[in-house]
């Protein structure tokens, strides 16, 4: 089967991957480069997590998600994850953390429920309130991801899958599979995946009123030596607690400390130039002000622009026919579901499945409780 693929990011390309390992035919169109630095899926890293809030479905796809990436590492021949663990701060009534312990319960998912002393042996480089506790798992850490989409797109060319970069699609005929190219030349196949990422309503203009891309700033910095050697064995922290929505990837393999706060989110145009604000990396720091100490002495190494596509519920977004599916992300969620997503994909695609269990099991509701 010949299959179509709008978008060489995570979801493209392990699209491809998983189609080209069943002995199929991906051909994969991007408008930069493959892959691409203006992507969502291109950043030195990214979360793999269990704790989900009160999303059960999505808590409860992350072990299909591992084992879709064992499946990927074994294709690559190289493992590109770092399992470092990961950590939510609590200390209201209502935040995710106690959310996610909720959720583990439901689930009989073992995690540790650390006091503050614990969290602090933990991450010493933390300044904890006095009602704070942690909520860890030793399972989930980094998903090296730039290594990762740059590894699927060697492995697709090696196998000698199309890859057609700097090409954008202009137009997308879903019912008939078939793509207009910039070039004024159409293309036809048995099936079609978009999977634009914040671009994707720009195609799919039913998507307009429901996915709106997001610019995200996430800022690396250089702790000084001593936290550095702390933050080096840290776990991933998923939340530190509070509104500000502010996650933190410890500095593995050879990448950066990256800070990110969800609150500093707004809309945007993802072809825009990519330039900061003046001051807007310390403006991130801003939220971390009360969860770090020393942190006027780490250095900013760099502010990084980013956008992705987020919808109102916080679910991914998935639209089909009989031959064509979009799919685009639900902000910081997808990368971590990659792998499985793209297995999933190439299994409907190819199979005579039901569109609407896909759809549900794609959105994490097949499997909330
Ligand atoms: C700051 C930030 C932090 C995040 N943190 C996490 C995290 O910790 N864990 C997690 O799981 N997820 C996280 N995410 C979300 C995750 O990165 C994205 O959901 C995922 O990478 C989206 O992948 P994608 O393939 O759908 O889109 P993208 O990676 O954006 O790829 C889309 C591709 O489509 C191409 N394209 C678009 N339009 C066209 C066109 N018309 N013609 C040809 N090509 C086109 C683009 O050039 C691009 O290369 C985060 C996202 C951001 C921005």
Redo the contacts with the bound molecule.
Sequence with gaps: MKVLI????????STAWALARRGHTPVV????A???P??????Q????RLAYGERDGYCRMVKPAFQAWRRLWHDLGEQHYVETGTLLIGSDADDYATLSRASFDRLSIPYDELDKAAVEGLCPFLRLGGNAWGLYNTEGGV?L?DRI?NALAAWLRSQGTEIYPL????GADFHNAIIALSDDTQHEADALVV??????P??VPDLTSIVEPKR?V?VYLEPRTRDLEAWRNSPVIVDFGGTNET?A?PPVANTGLKL?AGVHRRGGD?SAPRTLEANEATQVLTYFQSHLRNLERYRIVEGRV????CSNDERFVVNTTKRAVA????????????ALFGLELAEFLTGAGDADAFVRWMQGKAMDG
């Design positions: 709008v978008g060489g990011g995570i979801v493209g390309l169109y991007d408008q930069g493959v892959p691409n203006m992507a969502a899926s291109y950043d890293h990214r979360i793999i998903l991801a989409v090409t954008t699609v202009r999977a634009a990422g914040a671009w994707t720009q195609l995200q996430v996650w990837i990110g993802p980013c956008y992705y596509g799919i685009t992300g639900c902000s910081g969620h997808m990368f971590k579901f990659g």
